[in-house]
């Protein structure tokens, strides 16, 4: 079976942590994980099913302007890769509490930079169970991706993984 490459972002914390759950319940042996520093176009073409996983960490540190934001470097990957036959799902870590207004706005941008691209995203959430004001990553009335909380609900995120997987896997991702 082809195997699923996780791509994340940044290195170390909570979505790296996520990451490794993520394999762990998809199987060691069908993932891949890679950081998003270390994928260029040609590794991300290797790939039929990918999730990507960001955390939001401020705009400023998205949508600046800074060439070398690992981020910004991904985007210039995405352009170069060809999304036929490609199922995508993005995953983000925030903070309920301390950023209600702003939850998990990065599931939002990275999902809106794919939809530029035609990509297929895959694995909505909805927002049952969550408390925040206002955030990105929800479009048409429901997460475009996973939103996961560490720093306030680290005990629901192996539950939420799991649901999410199972959402993906009806939706033939
Ligand atoms: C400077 C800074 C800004 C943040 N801004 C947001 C935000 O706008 N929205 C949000 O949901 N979480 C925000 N967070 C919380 C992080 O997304 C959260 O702690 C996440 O788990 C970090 O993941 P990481 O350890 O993989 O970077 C912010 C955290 C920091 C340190």
Redesign the pocket.
Known sequence: MAKTGIFYG?AK????KVATIIAQQLGEDSTDLSTIKDCDASILNSYEKLIFGI????RNNWDSEHEDDDWDVFFTHLKEVNWKNKRVAIYG????I??PD????AIGWLYERLKDLNVDVYGPVADKGYQYNDSEGLIDGVFVGLPLD??NEPEKSPERIRDWLVELKQEGF
């Open positions: 940044p914390g909570s979505v790296a955390s939001t960490l401020g870590l925030g903070d309920q301390n950023y702003n939850f998990v706005d560490e720093d």
